[in-house]
Each structure stands twice: as structure tokens, then as C-alpha cells.
């Protein structure tokens, strides 16, 4: 009888073993990868979903697109533009599971005398991220308001957002840009900064559509052969942006751990973060909206073709 025990509980160990899946993700520090951090948390801690993850995060996307395009991770947390620009680099070797942060961008002036976006006429605005999201949606914003660029507001490009900080802080008149948690800090830093516009409302005012910042993207060849792995991993990831969401004292403290965003920032930026997980129809008639309004102001921006259905996974 003993014998049999032990036979069985090999057995058991071997269909575990069988079944479990090893999943590499790789994410974007910032907001694009907060909402996994309770995942991960629980993945370092022995709490398993019956995947074996690991997880990487840089610092830029130059940094993920190269492990992505090689196969050396499943899955990707990135900026949602460049998921299509990856799409279309790789002939459609990448779907998108999921939306996992929408819009982070903010207006912050030194004093308080914008209100509206017609108060940023005969202004300066210091913004980082040209070529980017950023500079799409700031452009878009300010033309649908009926304000030219470079005749009746102007944008001053910087290369980092602490640059637009202290840009702000030396021209009394100046506007910056800022996503979060840059937003964030520089109010925590100088207590005369306050968030003016919030850029994300205004775009959706315009658009009818959310705007998005980043998404979650997987291998077309992992989604097609782990299936199982990988309603495993977005219903995880699902419990994981609930958690980071209601729980921000104990979420910062994760993302601070892991060097997502400082700890003291993350307890004040993660309501402001807009951290989700937008799957199926929903992804897919929001993502689509937003693209087909970045393709037409720059059709570069996407990759120089909107994706076509099989880039979004609605299973």
C-alpha cells in the first residue's frame, strides 16, 4: 500500500510538471508595469498559478523590442503604438492579450492660471517624448481646440521630463507635459506645481475614445501553443492589477520593492496611473480607435499599417 502511495505521488509530481508552463515576460518600468508587480510578487514568493514565470524589466522599450523579435520572451509589456510597430515589423508574429494602462499624461503649470486648454494660447509648453505617444496626443489635443502649433502655442521639446521640470521652475509662464509618475514627483517636490489639464480626458472629450499607453503583447506562436498558460496568466495578471488597484499602500511598497517607480511616489502616482486590464472586444474596439487616430496623423507611428484582426486576441 505504501509502495502505491508513492508511486501515486510521482505520479501526480510528473502531471504537475508536464502541465506547468515556463513563461518569460518582460515589462517596461513605469505604469506599463505596475499592474504586474502583484504577480510577480507572488511569483518570487512561492504563491504559484501553475505557471513558472520570470520576469524582466528595463528601463526602455529599445531594450524589449530585440527579446521580443528573437523569441526570448513570451510576452511584453509596452507602449501601445509600438506593439503595431512590432506587429509590422515581424509580419504579424505578435498579438496584443491585452490594454494594461491608459492614459498617463498630464499638464502641470507653476501657479495656477490654466484651466483650460484655451489658456495654454501664447504659452510654452516643455514636453519629453517626440515621436511618440506623447507628441501625438498633445498635437491632437491642442489642434481639436482650435490652438496652431508653433503660431498660437508653442512646444518646447526636452529629451528626459526632469528636464521639463526645471523648465517649468525657471519660466514663470511655462507649461510642462508630463506623464506619470513624473507628474507625481514634481508636485511631491515643489509645492507650487498642480496638475492643470488632465491631456487623458481631453482626448477621449475628442476622440470618443480612451487613450491608451500601454499594452500587453504575446509571441502569435505562444498564444497558438499555450493556451492553457495563458488564460492562466491574464486571469493572474487580472487578480494582480485588482490588487495593486485597492490595496495602494501595500501595491506601492510592492512597486517600489522592484523598482518600478520609488515607493513614496508609487503611494500618491497609482490612483493617477490609470492601471488596468482590457481584454477581448472591449481591447480591441478601444486599441483600434486609438491607432487608426494615431495613423492618420503619422502612419509611421504605427508602423505604416494599422494592424488587421488577427493582431488583437479575443479568445
Same mark, same amino acid.
Given at each position: 500500500?505504501? $509502495?502505491?502511495?508513492? %508511486?501515486?505521488?510521482?505520479?501526480?509530481?510528473?502531471?504537475?510538471?508536464?502541465?506547468? /508552463?515556463?513563461?518569460?515576460?518582460?515589462?517596461? #518600468?513605469?505604469?506599463?508595469?505596475?499592474?504586474?508587480?502583484?504577480?510577480?510578487?507572488?511569483?518570487?514568493?512561492?504563491?504559484?498559478?501553475?505557471?513558472?514565470?520570470?520576469?524582466?524589466?528595463?528601463?526602455?522599450?529599445?531594450?524589449?523590442?530585440?527579446?521580443?523579435?528573437?523569441?526570448?520572451?513570451?510576452?511584453?509589456?509596452?507602449?501601445?503604438?509600438?506593439?503595431?510597430?512590432?506587429?509590422? #515589423?515581424?509580419?504579424?508574429?505578435?498579438?496584443? +492579450?491585452?490594454?494594461?494602462?491608459?492614459?498617463?499624461?498630464?499638464?502641470?503649470?507653476?501657479?495656477?492660471?490654466?484651466?483650460?486648454?484655451?489658456?495654454? =494660447? &501664447? $504659452?510654452?509648453?516643455?514636453?519629453?517624448?517626440?515621436?511618440?505617444?506623447?507628441?501625438?496626443?498633445?498635437?491632437?489635443?491642442?489642434?481639436?481646440?482650435?490652438?496652431?502649433?508653433?503660431?498660437? %502655442?508653442? +512646444?518646447?521639446?526636452?529629451?528626459?521630463?526632469?528636464?521639463?521640470?526645471?523648465?517649468?521652475?525657471?519660466?514663470? *509662464?511655462?507649461?510642462?507635459?508630463?506623464?506619470?509618475?513624473?507628474?507625481? !514627483? /514634481?508636485?511631491? =517636490?515643489?509645492?507650487?506645481? $498642480?496638475? /492643470?489639464?488632465?491631456?487623458? *480626458?481631453?482626448?477621449?472629450?475628442?476622440?470618443?475614445?480612451?487613450?491608451?499607453?500601454?499594452?500587453?503583447?504575446? #509571441? $502569435?506562436?505562444?498564444?497558438?501553443?499555450?493556451? @492553457?498558460?495563458?488564460?492562466?496568466?491574464?486571469?493572474?495578471? /487580472?487578480?494582480?492589477?485588482?490588487? +495593486?488597484?485597492?490595496?495602494?499602500?501595500?501595491?506601492?511598497?510592492?512597486? &517600489?520593492?522592484?523598482?518600478?517607480?520609488?515607493?513614496?511616489?508609487?503611494?500618491?502616482?497609482?490612483?493617477?496611473?490609470? +492601471?488596468?486590464?482590457?481584454?477581448?472586444? @472591449?481591447?480591441?474596439?478601444?486599441?483600434?480607435?486609438?491607432?487608426?487616430?494615431?495613423?492618420?496623423?503619422?502612419?509611421?507611428?504605427?508602423?505604416?499599417?494599422?494592424?488587421?484582426? *488577427?493582431?488583437?486576441? !479575443?479568445?
Amino acid at each position: 500500500m505504501k $509502495r502505491l502511495y508513492t %508511486v501515486l505521488l510521482l505520479l501526480f509530481a510528473v502531471l504537475a510538471a508536464v502541465s506547468a /508552463a515556463d513563461v518569460s515576460v518582460a515589462a517596461l #518600468r513605469g505604469p506599463t508595469s505596475m499592474g504586474l508587480s502583484k504577480l510577480m510578487h507572488d511569483s518570487e514568493n512561492g504563491v504559484s498559478d501553475g505557471n513558472s514565470y520570470a520576469f524582466t524589466l528595463e528601463g526602455a522599450p529599445d531594450a524589449i523590442v530585440p527579446m521580443v523579435v528573437r523569441g526570448d520572451v513570451d510576452i511584453a509589456a509596452i507602449p501601445g503604438n509600438l506593439a503595431s510597430v512590432l506587429y509590422n #515589423r515581424t509580419k504579424g508574429a505578435v498579438e496584443v +492579450i491585452g490594454i494594461n494602462t491608459l492614459g498617463v499624461l498630464y499638464i502641470v503649470e507653476n501657479g495656477d492660471s490654466v484651466h483650460s486648454v484655451e489658456d495654454l =494660447r &501664447g $504659452r510654452t509648453i516643455y514636453s519629453a517624448g517626440k515621436g511618440a505617444t506623447p507628441e501625438y496626443a498633445l498635437q491632437y489635443v491642442l489642434k481639436a481646440n482650435g490652438l496652431e502649433v508653433g503660431k498660437d %502655442v508653442y +512646444i518646447e521639446w526636452k529629451s528626459e521630463h526632469a528636464e521639463c521640470v526645471a523648465a517649468i521652475g525657471a519660466d514663470p *509662464d511655462g507649461v510642462a507635459m508630463l506623464p506619470q509618475p513624473f507628474a507625481t !514627483t /514634481a508636485l511631491m =517636490r515643489d509645492g507650487s506645481m $498642480r496638475v /492643470a489639464l488632465d491631456l487623458n *480626458d481631453l482626448w477621449q472629450e475628442k476622440t470618443g475614445h480612451v487613450l491608451i499607453t500601454g499594452v500587453t503583447i504575446a #509571441r $502569435r506562436e505562444f498564444v497558438e501553443n499555450e493556451k @492553457e498558460a495563458l488564460s492562466v496568466f491574464l486571469s493572474s495578471y /487580472a487578480d494582480s492589477v485588482e490588487y +495593486i488597484n485597492g490595496n495602494t499602500e501595500e501595491g506601492a511598497a510592492i512597486v &517600489g520593492h522592484y523598482g518600478i517607480v520609488p515607493e513614496n511616489v508609487a503611494v500618491k502616482a497609482i490612483p493617477a496611473c490609470n +492601471i488596468v486590464l482590457i481584454t477581448g472586444e @472591449e481591447m480591441k474596439e478601444s486599441l483600434s480607435g486609438y491607432l487608426d487616430i494615431l495613423y492618420a496623423q503619422n502612419p509611421q507611428s504605427v508602423g505604416g499599417n494599422v494592424p488587421g484582426d *488577427d493582431f488583437y486576441y !479575443t479568445e
